[in-house]
Nanobody, 115 residues
């Protein structure tokens, strides 16, 4: 498999915003359902959001209304806009093609810290 690369993570204050991006260089995942997963220390890997090929998306209840996932087929990229961030959103975030729904299979992730 090929690795994906996330960007846009960092440290923000509560109620702040971040926008995560994901791309795979020469490769495209436009024909796959994609997701963002996250994992905080001591916690399980959980799916934050999912976007289908047709562009429809869904979310964890705890982030619904605050996070928005999107994809741009022309750029072969997926994004996660995170608004109104809370300390409990602190985690490593992973870009995941759902053919293999694991946190640490496709990439090293990007750290998001809200404090």
């Amino acid at each position: 498999h090929v690795q994906l690369v996330e960007s846009g993570g960092g440290s923000v204050q509560p109620e702040g915003s971040l926008r995560l991006s994901c791309a795979a260089g020469r490769y495209t995942y436009n024909n796959y359902c994609m997701a963002w997963f996250r994992q905080a220390p001591g916690n399980e890997c959980e799916r934050v959001s999912r976007i289908r090929v047709d562009g429809t998306s869904d979310y964890l209840d705890s982030v619904s209304g605050r996070f928005t996932m999107s994809r741009d087929n022309a750029e072969s990229a997926v994004y996660l806009q995170m608004d109104s961030l809370k300390p409990e959103d602190t985690a490593v975030y992973f870009c995941v093609p759902l053919i293999v729904p694991r946190c640490n299979y496709w990439s090293q992730g990007t750290q998001v810290t809200v404090s």
